[in-house]
């Protein structure tokens, strides 16, 4: 613990002084990542846009460095873990506050918490994350009480939170969104809206809500009660909340937006050879979902005939131009296991090695149920929102369902938050969907399939699935933690084509040559607050 706190106070290097400036006076950060956010509640949202939001609103126990050094103390000025691994304790800083200057305390964390949990919040991650805490798998599913949670507040400024078991990544997952603390009078007196204006949006985090314009943009000024807000560099940071990449483009063109992490697929070459395209290697996966409670995708053969009669291989060369790559399996590169081989290294779970013999295969199940050459088989549609590669990427998926099994998808264009609801609510057949990893470990990916995740918008369900899940979760025995995972992930995603695996994803983005200071994490944080140009 002394190292890490050592490391913290090391890197804690003044960058400049935030003086009562106006708007007018200090340089603004043009930025986009995304259209209008589903939300801003931490406990709420499921997306990779808001969560990055919400990182600069707001902060939890620990946070992701803002150099990119990774995961380091935030709110919390030290902790303990306990001997067998069990129990955490955290001590938050004395100077830690919310933007309006009242104290954060232990308490607004335990609320938070057990605000997660709580079935009435309706928490996309209650199940995810909550699990890791004593008793809070069994309250997200309404068997026990929000007051049994293994959360506790031992003063003002300590807080303890037992685990069910030893959990080698906790200190991620006390970085995650969904773990920040909300004041319980701020959301109760205002409901969904809290996070909606300046007024409400009572916040802990690094910055605070200059303006919020839906569909407009959402500018974000340093929090003056923030305990360093000393060291922040940017002093001002625009969020333009633009759909369309063409739009996007055009506005860094114009010299309106200074960073954004989408843009045409089309333009590559020429953004390439403008300077201004980057791309990094990032944990995640693009996939298609499929509801698997709505007919005819609840016949595991449909599914799976979908699943063979698509080629990754030339969806990543030609439709991303190789910025991502094909995936064979539910999860990619980069997770390493216990003996230092990468679990994505393992023994694939959807064979393409032969193209032409699965297009054969595919026709084959679709006939034995009941659809031979596609007839009979009735039009569905495939949902997607519009940004970066998803409309090309849906193009070539119907047209390849369509010539290799004879079957009609329509696509069905959406915009954003009106998309994230109709697939979690599964008000979809086929749909766009994407996985980027929370934490370093692959259970955080396959956890998308266990029955209780409120994540899971596949309906996939299978008590075999969840019991291998849990005992890899339950095991401290490392080897067999990975084992039992790449078994899960042979059974729902190989044997019972839960999904569709399309991409191995990569953080790509457009950004002018002026701008530097912006941090980039393979979990998906882009983090602005050193970002000058």
């Known amino acids: 613990m002394k190292k890490l706190v050592a490391l913290v106070l090391a890197l804690a290097m003044v960058m400049g002084l935030v003086g009562a400036v106006s708007a007018e006076a200090v340089q603004t950060i043009n930025v986009c990542i995304g259209s209008q956010p589903e939300t801003l509640d931490p406990q709420k949202n499921s997306a990779s846009d808001g969560s990055n939001y919400i990182k600069h609103l707001f902060e939890g126990l620990m946070k992701y460095g803002w150099n990119g050094e990774g995961?380091?103390?935030?709110?919390?000025?030290?902790?303990?873990?306990?001997?067998?691994?069990?129990?955490?304790?955290?001590?938050?800083?004395?100077?830690?506050?919310?933007?309006?200057?009242?104290?954060?305390?232990?308490?607004?964390?335990?609320?938070?918490?057990?605000?997660?949990?709580?079935?009435?919040?309706?928490?996309?991650?209650?199940?995810?994350?909550?699990?890791?805490?004593?008793?809070?798998?069994?309250?997200?599913?309404?068997?026990k009480t929000v007051d049994e949670l293994g959360v506790k507040a031992i003063d003002e400024k300590t807080i303890e939170i037992t685990l069910v078991q030893p959990c080698a990544w906790f200190l991620e997952i006390?970085?995650?969104p969904t773990y920040y603390p909300v004041r319980k009078d701020v959301v109760e007196a205002n409901g969904d809206a809290w996070t909606t204006s300046p007024e409400t949006l009572i916040g802990n985090g690094p910055y605070t809500l200059e303006?919020?314009?839906?569909?407009?943009?959402?500018?974000?000024?340093?929090?003056?009660?923030?305990?360093?807000?000393?060291?922040l560099v940017a002093k001002r940071i625009c969020?333009?909340?633009?759909?369309?990449?063409?739009?996007?483009?055009?506005?860094?063109?114009?010299?309106?937006?200074?960073?954004?992490?989408?843009?045409?697929t089309e333009e590559l070459v020429s953004v390439q050879a403008e300077g201004l395209f980057h791309s990094e290697a990032q944990l995640g996966t693009y996939y298609v979902n499929i509801n698997n409670k709505v007919a005819p995708f609840d016949d595991v053969r449909v599914r799976k005939a979908f699943q063979l009669a698509i080629d990754p291989y030339y969806l990543a060369e030609q439709v991303t131009q190789g910025t991502y790559l094909p995936a064979t399996d539910f999860v990619g590169g980069g997770f390493t296991q216990d003996d230092g081989s990468d679990f994505g290294d393992y023994e694939t779970v959807i064979d393409r090695s032969d193209y032409e013999a699965n297009i054969k295969k595919a026709q084959e199940l679709l006939a034995e149920a009941g659809y031979p050459g596609g007839e009979g088989f009735p039009t569905v549609e495939y949902c997607t929102n519009v940004s970066g590669v998803h409309l090309p990427t849906a193009e070539a998926l119907t047209y390849m369902w369509k010539e290799n099994?004879?079957?009609?998808?329509?696509?069905?264009?959406?915009?954003?938050?009106?998309?994230?609801?109709?697939?979690?609510?599964?008000?979809?057949?086929?749909?766009?969907?994407?996985?980027?990893?929370?934490?370093?470990?692959?259970?955080?990916?396959?956890?998308?399939?266990?029955?209780?995740?409120?994540?899971?918008?596949?309906?996939?369900a299978n008590p075999e699935f969840d019991k291998l899940m849990e005992q890899a979760a339950a095991t401290t025995d490392l080897a067999e933690h990975f084992a039992l995972m790449h078994q899960a992930e042979a059974l729902a995603v190989g044997e019972e084509a839960c999904c569709i695996p399309v991409?191995?994803?990569?953080?790509?983005?457009?950004?002018?040559?002026?701008?530097?200071?912006?941090?980039?994490?393979?979990?998906?944080e882009k983090l602005f607050m050193n970002a000058v140009k």
């Open 239 to 264: 969020f333009k909340l633009i759909t369309d990449p063409n739009a996007k483009l055009a506005a860094m063109r114009a010299g309106e937006l200074d960073w954004c992490d989408d843009y045409p």
């Open 174 to 176: 006390m970085a995650f």
């Open 71 to 143: 995961i380091v103390l935030g709110a919390a000025e030290s902790y303990e873990v306990s001997d067998d691994a069990l129990v955490y304790t955290f001590h938050i800083r004395p100077d830690a506050k919310w933007s309006d200057g009242q104290d954060l305390t232990a308490e607004d964390f335990v609320y938070s918490m057990k605000r997660l949990v709580d079935p009435d919040t309706a928490a996309p991650y209650a199940g995810d994350m909550g699990k890791y805490i004593l008793n809070g798998l069994d309250i997200s599913t309404g068997e």
């Open 405 to 460: 099994l004879g079957v009609n998808v329509e696509i069905a264009q959406m915009e954003w938050n009106v998309f994230l609801a109709a697939r979690r609510n599964g008000e979809h057949t086929l749909a766009r969907d994407g996985w980027v990893a929370d934490y370093g470990d692959p259970s955080n990916l396959l956890d998308l399939f266990t029955s209780y995740s409120g994540n899971n918008s596949t309906f996939y």
């Open 503 to 524: 991409y191995y994803y990569a953080t790509t983005w457009i950004c002018v040559p002026e701008i530097s200071g912006v941090t980039t994490y393979a979990t998906g």
């Open 211 to 231: 303006s919020y314009t839906m569909d407009e943009e959402i500018v974000m000024v340093p929090n003056e009660n923030y305990y360093d807000v000393d060291k």
